[in-house]
């Protein structure tokens, strides 16, 4: 949603109203957090600003290299199995679109976060903190290498349990190509239980999840995921409400 700055030129052409139709309706019951995050009053579009569609959103300059090699960040590498994740950020017309920053966090291998209000009975391990950064390349494409996360149940909710998952959030090139979603793995038999997953419309399920890639799988190594990324616009990946994991 954009924010309208009496005075400010208006540009709003450039970026589709139709991107609403790849995210999930505000209110799911099923997804029971959205009953009280949900709006009460009808949504009203706003123009967005010349200063929302150009303006920078971040300094690159505080993301070093190596940053994206999450197995890296300790004395020893972590307890789970390894894995690449790469991709290619895109826009709606299919042109990569570089200098992205991208972050993502996750669980370790026993579906532990490093977080104190995580209070799954699961160990933490002292060599994966869960967490990475890099930007994307000339052509948009990026990697992470990390290891696979674990399920993990959602405390307080009887028998809910989270599938395997990455959250991800990216800076495109301006405040309104945001995103904030989560990278699920094919054949996760969780997924059809997931009610955030299932919030989300069939358009936009399969872009949640990201697909094994035994071509780019590096042997005796670890497997590789391709997940692709698309901001904004009627193909956009889908859009993460805010929650706790």
């Known amino acids: 949603m954009a924010i309208f700055l009496e005075g400010w030129p208006m540009v709003s052409s450039e970026y589709p109203a139709r991107s609403v139709e790849a995210h999930p309706a505000y209110l799911t019951p099923d997804y029971v957090f959205t009953r009280k995050r949900a709006p009460t009053r009808p949504l009203r579009l706003i123009p967005q600003s010349a200063t929302e569609l150009y303006g920078p959103v971040y300094g690159q ?9 999450l197995t890296r960040q300790h004395e020893a590498e972590p307890v789970g199995e390894r894995i690449l994740v790469t991709g290619r950020v895109t826009d709606e017309d299919g042109r990569g679109v570089p200098n992205t920053l991208l972050e993502i966090w996750q669980a370790n291998a026993a579906g532990r976060y490093i977080h104190k209000l995580d209070q799954h009975l699961a160990p933490l391990d002292p060599n994966f903190s869960g967490a990475g950064r890099t930007v994307t390349g000339a052509d948009g494409s990026y990697s992470f290498i990390t290891i696979v996360p674990g399920a993990y149940p959602v405390v307080g909710l009887h028998n809910v349990w989270r599938p395997r998952h990455i959250h991800v959030s990216l800076f495109g090139p301006s405040f309104v190509t945001r995103l904030v979603t989560q990278i699920y793995f094919e054949g996760d038999p969780l997924l059809k239980y997931d009610t955030i997953y299932n919030t989300a419309p069939d358009i936009s399920k399969r872009s ?14 670890g497997l590789t995921y391709r997940f692709d990324i698309v ?15």
């Open 61 to 69: 300059e505080s993301v070093r290299p190596g940053d994206n090699d």
């Open 208 to 221: 949640m999840v990201a697909q094994l890639d035994m071509g780019a799988t590096q042997s005796e190594w």
């Open 231 to 245: 901001l904004r616009g009627r193909n956009g990946s889908y859009f993460e409400e805010p929650h706790d994991h």
